[in-house]
């Protein structure tokens, strides 16, 4: 009987132990998810330009009570008694800079609106990465410009992506059209050229989701053509006129502006030539 109470007493006393680990693990996940919150907004700030000074006077980092930063300008946290962000909206601060390569630290971010500041350069090529599990992300009328990086389609909880009023160039990463969750699209006002992404049925995807764009192609705007002209092709037009046959052979690649014409005479006079160049027809 002795030795099943010594038992039981250890038993218990070794579940204590694992319960004050358990809780001493925790609490330390906890106090490194709050810090690693809090470097990202120093990090945000650090990088970025403030000339109105709505940063300089809000997010003051010298106060230490729980939750502090959740009452930073801009910032919303999952609890207000923890120090987690949940969404930055910084929208119209007049804001100046690139990206914030800081927000990665934000671990538990859903949400990020840098829209209507004068932020500018090239987005991060591992945008993907930085704000791997967002959900909305606005960057619109700013200033940046380059190519939209193509790991941004490693968002794949992305509901609002808004790039619109920037200078961005090149092509949309078709892989955008991949993303199910997709609500709201926008690449308005820039300067992207080639085939838009295929969102399937999604209606809300429209031609204004990327008006004066003047190069883009691809549903729901024009039927994109082909670039691509078949050098090895060859076009023979033979047309007979008072019994004299004309061969105008195009798609040689020749440096001549037109294509080769070559005649074949069988009367004494010919009333029209039809010359075809770069496959148009000229009379």
Same mark, same amino acid.
């Given at each position: 009987?002795?030795?099943?109470?010594?038992?039981?007493?250890?038993?218990?006393?070794?579940?204590?132990?694992?319960?004050?680990?358990?809780?001493?693990?925790?609490?330390?996940?906890?106090?490194?998810?709050?810090?690693?919150?809090?470097?990202?907004?120093?990090?945000?700030?650090?990088?970025?330009?403030?000339?109105?000074?709505?940063?300089?006077?809000?997010?003051?980092?010298?106060?230490?009570?729980?939750?502090?930063?959740?009452?930073?300008?801009?910032?919303?946290?999952?609890?207000?008694?923890?120090?987690?962000?949940?969404?930055?909206?910084?929208?119209?601060?007049?804001?100046?800079?690139?990206?914030?390569?800081?927000?990665?630290?934000?671990?538990?971010?859903?949400? @990020? +609106? %840098? #829209? /209507? *500041?004068?932020? =500018? $350069?090239?987005? &991060?090529?591992? !945008?993907?990465?930085?704000?791997?599990?967002?959900?909305? @992300? +606005? %960057? #619109? /009328? *700013?200033?940046? =410009? $380059?190519?939209? &990086?193509?790991? !941004?389609?490693?968002?794949?909880?992305?509901?609002?992506?808004?790039?619109? #009023?920037?200078?961005?160039?090149?092509?949309?990463?078709?892989?955008?059209?991949?993303?199910?969750?997709?609500?709201?699209?926008?690449?308005?006002?820039?300067?992207?050229?080639?085939?838009?992404?295929?969102?399937?049925?999604?209606?809300?995807?429209?031609?204004?989701?990327?008006?004066?764009?003047?190069?883009?192609?691809?549903?729901?705007?024009?039927?994109?053509?082909?670039?691509?002209?078949?050098?090895?092709?060859?076009?023979?037009?033979?047309?007979?006129?008072?019994?004299?046959?004309?061969?105008?052979?195009?798609?040689?690649?020749?440096?001549?502006?037109?294509?080769?014409?070559?005649?074949?005479?069988?009367?004494?006079?010919?009333?029209?030539?039809?010359?075809?160049?770069?496959?148009?027809?000229?009379?």
């Amino acid at each position: 009987m002795a030795f099943l109470i010594r038992d039981t007493l250890l038993s218990k006393q070794h579940l204590g132990n694992i319960f004050i680990c358990c809780v001493l693990l925790l609490s330390c996940s906890f106090s490194s998810a709050v810090e690693s919150d809090i470097n990202c907004l120093i990090s945000i700030k650090a990088s970025l330009q403030d000339p109105l000074g709505y940063l300089n006077s809000s997010w003051d980092f010298n106060n230490n009570t729980e939750g502090f930063i959740c009452t930073f300008l801009g910032i919303e946290c999952w609890h207000l008694q923890e120090s987690k962000v949940l969404n930055i909206k910084l929208s119209g601060l007049g804001l100046q800079g690139p990206f914030p390569h800081g927000v990665a630290n934000c671990t538990s971010l859903s949400g @990020l +609106d %840098l #829209s /209507s *500041n004068k932020l =500018s $350069g090239p987005l &991060p090529e591992d !945008i993907g990465r930085i704000i791997s599990f967002i959900t909305t @992300l +606005d %960057l #619109s /009328s *700013n200033s940046f =410009s $380059g190519q939209i &990086p193509t790991n !941004i389609t490693n968002c794949s909880y992305l509901n609002v992506l808004k790039l619109d #009023s920037n200078q961005f160039t090149g092509n949309i990463p078709l892989g955008i059209g991949q993303l199910g969750r997709m609500k709201t699209f926008s690449v308005a006002n820039n300067q992207l050229s080639g085939q838009v992404p295929y969102f399937g049925n999604n209606s809300a995807i429209t031609t204004e989701s990327y008006a004066n764009n003047a190069k883009l192609c691809g549903k729901p705007l024009k039927p994109c053509r082909s670039s691509q002209v078949k050098s090895t092709s060859t076009l023979v037009k033979v047309l007979k006129s008072n019994s004299v046959v004309i061969a105008a052979a195009a798609g040689f690649g020749f440096a001549f502006p037109f294509s080769f014409c070559f005649f074949l005479p069988r009367a004494p006079s010919v009333r029209r030539l039809w010359v075809f160049y770069r496959g148009y027809k000229l009379r």
